[in-house]
């Protein structure tokens, strides 16, 4: 089984993110793998770990991205590409759809996986567009996934319930939270990945032009919350009571 | 007069809350058709053109089915000429928006929160980093396909012509397809739609102190949320984490019990109109967020605030 990974490079989900200029300032930041990214690698990791075959780690960014790859490295990925664009961040998820559609041609993968979303865009949409341009079966917000050699049976997390899709192969698969708990990379894994050549596309080379159809007009931070108050009270259920009081009389939402 | 396709869901012949926000927006850009799928869809069409709806499609679906549904959107959308999609930023609208725009040779913007109609281009503002930034944004495709955060645009009453036509979805060639489905125990409303969330953090201090929270949830007819740390421990299902890798709301009113305010947690909730904090920690982070806030203890706070909120509303 050869898998391949989404992987997108992301600020720490513990950054505080600063825009000025209408632009978010990366200076200081601390990047990693989206988190839903690294539970799809994890996964990948553990269907190679059973079946055998390979998993192959792919990113699309400039040159700072490789560190995830490596990381994907220590955590287990067989093979990295890199897809290198150095203003990356004006592509939109159709570009970089297209982009890896193009780069994986005649290349044998028989599963796809990717985070439900990158923590930074909260979009969700590369793996989407990536399955239609393919016309492979895509199944969303896995929590459990078993593939055979025919097809991928994938428990997901819908709204009302858990819904349980079977899609042929080749199939994308895009991971939620839950689906597993990513390990930690080896010190012997660290050590190996620093050597592992990384296979460097670019992204000019795919002959795709200009593909992005999403333009960013600016960035801005989250509007100011207007000043609260404290209430106050003798005790906590006079608290309690003059809350429920604010509640219903002035904000008027009971 | 822009020609719009809003997209939404319907259960049991009910349309969707953001079925009806989103056939809202359309009608305030240009003339809007919807287009429902879900189960007794049909029914759903007077409350539908209660909106502004002048033509609906409707597509009867027992169950989800992105490919299917995405390739049915594309035909309507090419047959009628439509130059604006709108769809709920939902569980399946997400999914089934990137479908249909890449069929449409389009590409989404997504989850906007505000929508503004600049000579027939629509401009939206967007949270990224779950809320820690918003980004303006402008489709340069053709059809410009939109998804819309629920619970962030007003339900208007301006009614449509409502036009009923019947389409059916062919599931003969997809490749993937829904097999079983297990519904949720909990029959309480779902996070992302509820008006109300009531959310416990760690000073909830184990899973044997929970009810508190569901009690208080209950009454107020509240969707219930955790922190990840409340997740982390294993107090609660993952579901219900809000914040930057779980799920991020915006109700009108988000209650927040014995939560610190870690910044992937206010990432989560910092757009939701009224924000209460009870927190027994003065300084903590959450009360700079908070409309009202209560320094106590959790425990001594919440079983009084419950029994009000039952005389306030009879129960």
């Known amino acids: 089984m050869n898998i391949l990974v989404l992987i997108k490079q992301v600020p720490d989900t ?62 287990g990925a067989d093979h990295g590409i890199h897809i290198k664009h150095d203003q990356y961040q004006m592509l939109d998820a159709f570009a970089i759809a297209s982009a890896i559609a193009k780069a994986i041609e005649g290349r044998d993968f028989q599963v796809v996986l990717a985070g439900r979303q990158g923590s930074d865009s909260d979009n969700g949409q590369v793996p989407l567009i990536l399955g ?18 025919q097809k991928a049976t994938v428990h997901v997390e819908a709204e009302g319930g858990e819904a349980i899709y079977e899609s042929t192969l080749p199939v994308i698969i895009t991971a939620n939270a839950g689906l597993n708990e990513p390990r930690y990379p080896s010190l012997k894994g660290i050590m190996a990945s620093k050597k592992k050549p990384i296979e460097v596309i670019n992204f000019a080379d795919l002959g795709l032009g200009t593909v992005s159809r999403i333009e960013i007009l600016g960035f801005e931070p989250p509007p100011p919350r207007p000043q609260g108050r404290f209430i106050d009270g003798a005790d906590p259920a006079a608290k309690a009571k003059e809350l429920a009081r604010a509640l219903r009389e002035e904000i008027k939402v009971i | 007069m822009a ?14 809350k953001a079925t009806r926000e989103i056939t809202s927006v ?18 759903a069409a007077s409350e539908v053109a209660r909106h502004g709806a002048e033509v609906i499609y409707a597509v009867e679906s027992s169950d989800y089915n992105g490919e299917a549904w995405s390739q049915m959107a594309a035909q309507i959308v090419r047959e009628g000429g439509y130059e604006i999609v709108l769809i709920p930023h939902s569980w399946a609208g997400r999914d089934v928006s990137a479908r249909l725009a890449t069929l449409l040779d389009s590409a989404v913007i997504s989850d906007a929160v505000e929508i503004h109609n600049e000579g027939g281009r629509i401009k939206i503002k967007k949270p990224v980093y779950s809320g820690k930034a918003f980004v303006w944004l402008k ?34 060639k997809v490749k993937a397809r829904q097999i ?21 953090g760690r000073g909830i201090k184990g899973p044997e102190n929970l009810y ?9 007819g509240a969707g219930m949320g955790a922190t990840r740390a409340v997740v982390d421990a294993g107090w609660c299902d993952h579901t219900l984490q809000v914040g930057q890798t779980g799920v991020t709301v915006s109700p009108t009113l988000y209650i927040a019990v014995g939560i610190s305010g870690a910044i992937q947690h206010l990432a989560g909730m910092g757009s939701s109109k009224y924000i209460v904090a009870i927190n027994k920690d003065p300084d903590a982070p959450i009360f700079k967020v908070a409309t009202y806030g209560v320094v106590d203890d959790l425990f001594q706070v919440v079983p009084p605030l419950t029994e009000e909120f039952k005389q306030m509303l009879g129960k």
């Open chain 1, 14 to 75: 513990e950054a505080k993110i600063v825009v000025s200029g209408g632009k978010v300032q990366e200076a200081g930041i601390k990047w990693i793998i989206s988190p839903y990214d690294e539970i799809a690698l994890e996964e990948a990791i553990r269907i190679k770990e059973k079946t055998g075959g390979t998993v192959t780690a792919i990113s699309v960014g400039d040159d700072l991205v490789q560190q995830s790859i490596r990381t994907a490295y220590a955590m």
């Open chain 1, 132 to 149: 239609t341009l393919k016309g492979w079966g895509v199944v969303s917000f896995a929590k459990k996934v078993e593939i055979d050699s």
């Open chain 2, 3 to 16: 020609k719009i396709l809003a997209i939404g869901e319907v259960a049991n012949g009910i349309p969707k």
């Open chain 2, 26 to 43: 359309g009608r305030s850009l240009g003339e809007v058709h919807t287009l429902v799928l879900g189960t007794q869809a049909e029914a």
């Open chain 2, 139 to 172: 489709s340069t495709a053709a059809i410009q396909v939109v998804t819309v955060r629920p619970n962030s645009q007003k339900i208007e009453e301006n009614p449509g012509a409502g036009k009923l036509e019947k389409r059916q979805l062919d599931l003969s």
């Open chain 2, 180 to 200: 079983s489905f297990i519904p949720q125990k909990s029959t309480r409303v779902s996070l992302t739609e509820a008006d109300i969330v009531v959310s416990a």
């Open chain 2, 212 to 220: 508190l929270i569901e009690n208080l949830a209950d009454v107020l």
